[in-house]
C-alpha cells in the first residue's frame, strides 16, 4: 500500500541516506561520539566543543572503517575544527544554494559508530543576520532549529530535504536551541584554518572605552596604546576618539570587533578619529591578536 | 494529509492500556489478534490487571508468556473481532523513515506522536542487540505500545527513553517471542554501570532469587557475556559478583529452567 505519507517517508530517507555518504562520526572526546562532515575532499568539519583531545582523534567513515584524523586547527568562537583524513573515496555534501526560511523542513544528519547513520526532522525556526557568538565569533547568519539535537548530532551537518548543507549542526553555541553554523561561515573558517592553521584576527593595540560626544554620538576614546602596535605606527594618541572603522560608524567595542572580524591580519582600515575635536582621516594597518588563538 | 489520519486512526484502534493491579495505568499494548492476544513490554506486564481497549471496552488479562530479556510479554483477553495491528518489516527500516508512535502516554488514551528513524542498531546501554531508535517525543506509558510506519504497519514496540530518545523493539524481536516463547532468564532488572550490572530488582520465583543473589548486588559481567550463557546449552550458569561495596568477589550458580519448561 503506497500513499502520500509514505511516499513522503521514503524520500526523507533516501534523502539521509545520500546525505550520510558524507558523514562520518568523530571520536574525540571521552564516552559520546560526535559527528563531523566531509567538507572538502579529505578534510571533515565538525563541532569544536565535540573536539576534547588533540591527537589521537579518530573517525568512522561511512563504509564502517575507523581511520586516523589530524587536527588541522580550530576556531571556539565560531564552534568549528577542521580534520585530514585520509579518504578521498566520500564526496563532500554539496551546498544549500539559498538561505533557509523560517519554517522549511531540516534534517540533522550524524552518525556514530554502532548504529551508523543517524537522522532527526524539524523545522529552521529562525533566521537572521550575521550574529555574533558568546565565544566572540562572527556567523554570517543566526539559523535556530527546531529539531531535537543529541549529545552525539554536534558536528553533524544540517541538510534541506533536497540534500544540501544548510551548515553544521551544533549545541554549544546556544543554551536555548540548536544551531546550524551557517554554510558560508563554515567555508570562510575552514578557508583560513587550511591556509593558516587557525583564525587569526586583526588587532588594533589600544584600549578603548565607549563615549558620548556633544553631538549625541558616540565614539570610542583610546584609553592606552601598546607601544609598536598596529595603532601606536598610525600615529593614534591617546585621547583620541574613535568614531568610524573602514567606513562603518563604531558606537561600542562590539562594532570595533565586526570591523576586525571581518578584515584579517595586515589588513589597511580606514579610520576617522576626533582629535582635539576635529576630524582626521588615517589608516591603521591591522596586527595579528596575540596570545590565545 | 489524508493519509496521515486514516493511518493514525487504524494504529489508535490497535492500541490498548495496559493497567496495573494497582488501577493505574501501566503502559500500553498492541492488539496483535482479532481474538485477544495483546503484546507489550514485560516491564508493563509485571502486575497487571485489565487490558482498556480503544472503545473504552475493559477486559481482565492472563499472561501467556513473559521474556523479561527481550522485554516482552504476552497477554490473552477473552474478546473477538478486534482490529489487529498489521506487522511490518522491521529489517528494512532506515533512518529518516517517519514513524508514528501510539500508546497512554501520562493518562492519555490513544495518543499519537510523530518523527523520524534516528538510527537503527545496537544502543550501547542495551548490549549488542539492534534497537530502533526515534526522535518522537514519549513519554512513560508509551511503553509497550506501537511504533508505525508510513503505511501504518507496526515496526516496533516502544520501550524506553534514552538520552532522550524513543527506543523499540524491532517487530521483527516479537516474532520470534512468539514463536519460541522466552528465552532463560535471570528474573531480574539490570541496570547498566561502567564495570558490570547491577540487580534493581528480583522476581520472586526467578532464578537469581533461587540462586540467593539479592538486589543492589552488581555481576561482573557485560550484557553480552551474560546473554551468551544465558543462550547456551548449559543449565547452570555461574556468575561472578560483587555484594555492599565489598571487594571481595563472590561466586555463585544459577540453574536456569530449561526452554521447554519456560516456553
Known amino acids: 500500500m503506497t500513499n502520500e505519507l509514505s511516499a513522503a517517508s521514503e524520500s526523507l530517507a533516501a534523502t539521509v541516506e545520500r546525505a550520510g555518504h558524507a558523514v562520518v562520526a568523530v571520536h574525540a572526546r571521552p564516552r559520546f561520539s560526535s559527528s563531523g562532515v566531509f567538507w572538502r575532499p579529505g578534510i571533515v568539519v565538525t563541532a569544536q566543543h565535540t573536539v576534547r583531545i588533540e591527537e589521537e582523534i579518530t573517525v568512522t567513515l561511512p563504509g564502517g572503517a575507523k581511520v586516523a584524523a589530524d587536527l588541522v586547527g580550530a576556531d571556539a568562537r565560531t564552534d568549528v575544527a577542521v580534520l585530514r583524513v585520509n579518504d578521498t573515496s566520500s564526496a563532500p555534501l554539496p551546498r544549500a544554494s539559498a538561505t533557509p526560511s523560517p519554517g522549511h523542513l531540516a534534517l540533522a544528519i550524524g552518525r556514530s559508530h554502532d548504529s551508523g547513520v543517524n537522522a532527526t526532522l524539524g523545522i529552521v525556526s529562525a533566521v537572521s543576520g550575521p550574529w555574533r557568538t558568546w565565544h566572540g565569533g562572527q556567523l554570517d547568519q543566526y539559523i535556530r532549529l527546531d529539531l531535537t539535537l543529541y549529545p552525539g548530532s554536534s558536528g553533524g551537518a544540517v541538510i534541506n530535504t533536497s540534500g544540501e548543507a544548510i551548515g553544521i549542526a551544533t549545541l554549544g553555541l546556544s543554551r536555548i536551541a540548536g544551531l546550524a553554523i551557517p554554510a558560508s561561515t563554515v567555508d570562510r573558517v575552514v578557508d583560513e584554518i587550511l591556509a593558516r592553521g587557525r583564525v587569526a584576527r586583526g588587532y588594533l593595540g589600544v584600549g578603548l572605552q565607549p563615549v558620548e560626544l556633544p553631538d549625541h554620538h558616540k565614539g570610542l576614546i583610546v584609553l592606552s596604546i601598546e607601544p609598536d602596535g598596529p595603532g601606536h605606527k598610525a600615529g593614534l594618541l591617546i585621547g583620541d576618539v574613535i568614531v568610524a572603522l573602514g567606513g562603518a560608524g563604531v558606537d561600542d567595542t562590539e562594532d570595533v570587533q565586526s570591523a576586525l572580524d571581518s578584515s584579517g591580519p595586515g589588513t589597511p582600515i580606514a579610520t576617522e578619529v576626533l582629535r582635539g575635536g576635529v576630524k582626521t582621516a588615517m589608516t591603521i594597518v591591522t596586527g595579528e591578536r596575540p596570545g590565545r588563538s | ?263
Do not use: C, Y
Open chain 2, 1 to 263: 494529509m489524508r493519509a496521515l489520519g486514516e493511518i493514525s486512526e487504524r494504529l489508535r484502534r490497535s492500541t490498548a492500556q495496559v493497567s496495573t493491579r494497582s488501577g493505574k495505568a501501566g503502559g500500553s499494548g498492541i492488539v496483535w489478534s482479532s481474538d485477544g492476544l495483546i503484546l507489550t513490554n514485560a516491564h508493563v506486564a509485571r502486575a497487571l490487571a485489565s487490558v482498556t481497549l480503544w472503545d473504552g471496552r475493559v477486559f481482565d488479562a492472563t499472561v501467556v508468556a513473559r521474556d523479561t530479556r527481550r522485554d516482552l510479554a504476552s497477554l490473552r483477553i477473552a474478546a473477538t473481532g478486534l482490529e489487529a495491528a498489521r506487522a511490518g518489516d522491521s529489517s528494512s527500516l532506515r533512518a529518516g523513515e517517519l514513524v508514528i508512535a501510539a500508546g497512554n502516554p501520562m493518562g492519555f488514551i490513544g495518543a499519537l506522536s510523530t518523527g523520524v528513524v534516528h538510527s537503527v542498531g545496537p544502543v550501547a546501554e542495551l548490549g549488542g542487540e539492534s534497537w530502533i531508535r526515534t526522535d518522537v517525543r514519549l513519554a512513560p506509558g508509551n511503553s509497550g505500545g506501537p511504533l508505525a510506519n508510513a503505511r501504518g504497519e507496526v515496526v516496533g514496540i516502544n520501550t524506553a527513553i534514552l538520552n532522550r530518545l524513543g527506543v523499540a523493539l524491532p517487530v521483527s524481536r516479537a516474532h520470534e517471542f512468539l514463536l519460541h516463547g522466552p528465552r532463560p532468564s535471570l528474573g531480574v532488572t539490570l541496570r547498566p554501570l561502567p564495570f558490570g550490572l547491577m540487580i534493581l530488582e528480583l522476581e520472586a520465583d526467578g532464578a537469581a532469587a533461587a540462586a540467593s543473589l539479592r538486589s543492589r548486588d552488581v555481576l561482573l559481567h557485560s550484557l553480552d557475556e551474560l546473554n551468551r550463557s544465558l543462550d547456551g546449552v548449559r543449565e547452570v550458569v555461574r556468575l561472578r559478583f560483587v555484594r555492599g561495596g565489598s571487594d571481595r568477589v563472590r561466586e555463585v550458580a544459577v540453574r536456569l529452567r530449561s526452554r521447554a519448561e519456560a516456553a
